[in-house]
């Protein structure tokens, strides 16, 4: 198994204690963290550790028919960043999609430079697709692209949630829009009443 294999069944199995002692369904949704006697009990970003969360929200509700009248399964979304120069991809449940509210999310080092939503080297490339699931082959609908290289040190810092997310436009009912939103890891202190899934991720990178 690589390494980097054994590295997201580590963070997908930290993730899942804290969510299944969290009482919550799945994803790294910043609806995790909660109060207890005013403390906050879970971490929902990677604060101090040499990480950044990058996630995808499809906040889509319903996607109409396709002009065939395929229903929607979801969203689904590739990113790709740079790092030391190499260019890397994180995919978010192609094929499928990810449903209503549904999330996905991957932790990547702090050296990450630039990043997107779509592709690095070709701004005008789309980064999000609507999934169609028809009688025989499924159909993937682009979403206009992103269009934007988001910087380290500028869009965001270590130790920050990098969330992509798609909606639907208010003017078109038919129409999708893609975005984003930061939040920051230095609003996030403990002590946690519950396990720092971020730090643990950490701890069992260092011991790998």
Known sequence: MRRSD???????????????????GAGCNPNLVSSLGGTASLPTAPGANPYILVRFQNQIKGPPQNSGQTAASGVDFLATYRMTGAKYSITGVMGDGLEYTADFGELVPCNMTVITLGDVDDLTAPGAW?????????VL?????????????????????????????????????VDYQVQSGASVTGPFSGPDTFTMFTDGVKAW
């Open 141 to 177: 609908q682009p979403l206009a692209p992103f269009g934007k290289l988001l910087q380290n040190g500028v869009d965001f810092r270590c130790g920050d949630v990098l969330t992509f997310i798609t909606y639907l436009m208010p003017e078109n009912s038919r129409s999708y829009g």
């Open 6 to 24: 054994m590295l997201r069944i580590m963070l997908a199995l930290s993730l899942g204690a804290a969510l299944t002692w969290g009482g919550v």
């Open 130 to 138: 609507v999934a169609y699931h028809g009688t025989l082959d499924p």
